[in-house]
């Protein structure tokens, strides 16, 4: 509904006093009268809106449009006019929340600083003086002026500011009570908690009451820093903690108590989403004032360490260096004492065992539960961390070999530093060597690659010749352990060594499958990491196994290339390839690909006719080689290939015969096909090497020219 000019001007003159009732119902009007599911922009919406069904009481319709005017010129609008009614709506209800004071029209404007003022007073007299300067400039130029002056000068300003922030105040009050259901004052924001507060929630809360009661008119944005509440916290003495801990603890008890009197189907325990109420340092504190006995070190090398402690931190030794001195002296030591270790470590274990379960018998039940969780916990760790050293071998099993050249380079060298210096770690032996196999040249790298190479041979025969010895029984679990040998058991060219693309200079990549034992000790929570990562890379060799496999039909003929541009890239691949057999398959396309752009509009075209006629022979061949099937056949075949059936029900509507693609868009490659384009070479280029070709093809165009 629109109105006129005339009409506006008269509801603008007409003064009547709109309370915050009659605004709220006034929003609730416009909410209930727009149409359901109306999206269109914010003006079209305000201008087909029907103002006759929004007018109440002695508010006329133009009144009510006037009104909204009004109320709309803060909120900002690039939104439809339900979402924009909503938002004034939430802010007419609370303004304190969050930013809806700035949306409020009634909500009292602040005062304006000192150094504010005087910009107001003197902005014109500055901007014609300097008027080449920006508003930032000048801003920056009578800030630096109005500091500048006198205080006598500065007190003129300063009495206005005065005087407009007691208005302020006076006003703020009086919106507070019209508005009582808004937000409360801050200060009183942490009496009412519903949920237990930590330990050093407690004493936050109680310190904050008490800095307030001795500092009435101090900010609240202060009050954090003034209490010190970390530093205070920390330097806090253990009894003290200990007070706050067992509040906690009981405030605790008491919420879950409501909690099962209201909710009995939650069995009294808290929600999933809330943290721990007591920290790990906070629990260690309780337990060892409830007397629960300290564990003691799994092994006698971490007591020997626990008890080097004293001594190392008494001479003065780096914490950094700690670990290396105790594994020093423990190798130093004789075989006796070392197991005179041991023994007290077993000792300490029983001892523990028995204090614990007299501790558990003083606690209640759910303490009870707790305790025996974690122990549970850790015991599933250690033993994941005990089983990630131990490997299943067979009797007579044929030791695996290294699979790469640099890995032999590696073992060599690293076997002949271990004998010339035992104390050195892997890691310092390993930093050693791997400079020395980069100085090496082409020939002697490709001489270790060899030798892997003959080392893995050597070994799928002795594989095969040892698996044969077995039963049927050791053989089935043999092969249950050890999945990944099936395939150099069932197809020993295909096995080992037969992966494709992986030359012996990648020595950032060390055969991590080997059966050695590392030294070095490593954390219970590294273990589990690597362990989760082995689990990740078995899932996916596993997928990765399964993407090569397909179910080929005798017979089936070869799908040729879809489009110009990949029969092109084909027949150059070809040409590298029979010229130099050492180039991977990404940079033969880094290679080819700048030609491709380089070739004239007809040549593409003729590339592009070539792909239809192979594709028009591959419809026929196909057709033909369907029909020469049994029907149970066809329906396998198709239920393996279910997009082939719209080549063989229509073929002038199957291969090709999407419109819109053309033959220089090499750009957007064809992804909408199955998985048989993995068998085609063009394909797999363009799937796994085409990503990486527009970060290379710039730095081989010469090398492209001149091939």
């Known amino acids: 509904m629109d109105f006129t000019e005339e009409e506006e001007m008269e509801t603008s003159c007409e003064k009547q006093a709109w309370g915050r009732e009659d605004l709220i119902k006034l929003l609730h009007g416009i909410k209930e009268n727009i149409p359901k599911g109306d999206m269109s922009i914010y003006t079209k919406g305000e201008r087909t809106l029907k103002w006759d069904k929004v007018a109440f009481g002695s508010y006329s319709p133009q009144m009510c449009h006037q009104k909204w005017k009004e109320l709309s010129k803060k909120v900002r ?20 929340q969050g930013k809806n004071w700035r949306i409020h029209p009634d909500f009292p404007r602040r005062p304006t600083p000192p150094n504010s003022i005087f910009f107001r007073e003197n902005h014109e007299t500055f901007e014609k003086q300097q008027p080449e300067m920006t508003t930032s400039e000048l801003f920056k130029l009578i800030r630096g002026k109005y500091n500048e002056l006198p205080e006598h000068e500065k007190a003129k300003y300063v009495a206005t500011f005065q005087k407009e922030k007691e208005m302020y105040e006076k006003s703020m009050r009086k919106f507070r009570k019209e508005y009582s259901g808004g937000k409360k004052v801050r200060r009183d924001c942490l009496k009412n908690m519903s949920e237990p507060l930590t330990p050093h929630g407690l004493w936050y809360r109680h310190e904050r009451r008490i800095f307030l009661q001795a500092n009435p008119d101090k900010k609240v944005d202060c009050i954090r820093q003034s209490i010190e509440q970390k530093t ?3 330097k806090l003495p253990d009894k003290e903690k200990l007070k706050w801990i067992n509040r906690s603890l009981e405030q605790q008890t008491q919420y879950e108590e409501e909690e099962m009197e209201e909710h009995p189907e939650n069995n009294g325990s808290r929600k999933a989403k809330h943290k721990p109420l007591l920290r790990h340092s906070a629990r260690l504190l309780k337990d060892l004032a409830d007397g629960k006995p300290d564990k003691p070190p799994s092994k006698g090398y971490n007591l020997f360490c626990k008890e080097q402690k004293a001594t190392i931190q008494g001479e003065r030794v780096p914490n950094t260096q700690y670990l290396m001195i105790c594994s020093q002296r423990w190798k130093a030591m004789t075989q006796s004492k070392k197991e005179a270790y041991q023994r007290r470590c077993d000792k300490l274990k029983k001892e523990y065992v028995v204090n614990l379960n007299r501790f558990l018998c003083t606690v209640t039940d759910k303490e009870q539960q707790r305790i025996l969780l974690e122990n549970r916990k850790r015991m599933q760790t250690s033993k994941l961390v005990a089983q990630k050293g131990k490997k299943n071998t067979f009797q007579g099993e044929p030791k695996k070999p290294p699979r790469w050249g640099h890995t032999v380079f590696y073992s060599e060298k690293m076997a002949e530093l271990r004998a010339k210096s035992n104390h050195l770690s892997s ?11 980069k100085k090496l040249a082409q020939k002697e790298q490709e001489h270790y690659q060899r030798t892997a190479q003959e080392r893995a041979r050597e070994y799928q025969v002795e594989l095969r010749s040892w698996f044969n010895t077995m039963s049927t029984k050791e053989q089935a679990k043999y092969l249950d352990q050890n999945p990944n040998k099936l395939k150099i058991l069932d197809n020993p060219e295909q096995g080992y060594m037969a992966k494709k693309g992986r030359t012996s200079d990648s020595e950032d990549h060390i055969d991590t499958s080997s059966d050695e034992d590392d030294s070095e000790t490593v954390t219970d929570k590294e273990q589990q990491r690597i362990l989760l990562e082995n689990r990740k890379r078995m899932q996916t060799s596993k997928l990765v196994a399964q993407k090569g496999k397909k179910n080929m039909f005798q017979g089936e003929p070869k799908k040729p290339p879809r489009w110009g541009h990949t029969v092109f890239y084909s027949e150059k691949m070809a040409e590298l390839r029979a010229k130099s057999n050492h180039l991977s398959s990404r940079k033969c396309m880094a290679m080819v690909s700048p030609l491709w752009k380089k070739l004239a509009q007809k040549e593409q075209e003729h590339y592009q006719r070539t792909a239809q006629e192979r594709a028009r022979e591959y419809q026929v061949e196909l057709r033909s080689w369907f029909n020469t099937m049994s029907t149970k056949e066809q329906s396998k075949y198709l239920d393996q290939n279910p997009n082939k059936l719209k080549i063989l029900n229509n073929p002038e509507q199957g291969y090709m015969a999407k419109k819109g693609r053309t033959s220089d868009s090499e750009d957007h490659i064809d992804t909408s096909s199955d998985e048989d384009d993995s068998e085609d070479d063009e394909h797999m ?15 081989s165009e010469e090398d492209s020219d001149t091939e």
């Open 77 to 96: 609008k690039i939104r439809s006019l339900t979402e924009l009614v909503t938002e004034a709506e939430v802010a007419f209800e609370n303004p304190f």
């Open 232 to 234: 205070r916290w920390s």
């Open 427 to 437: 890691r310092k032996c390993m930093a050693m060597v791997s400079p020395l196999w």
């Open 685 to 699: 280029m363009e799937k796994e090497n085409w990503s990486g070709c527009s970060s290379i093809s710039s730095s």
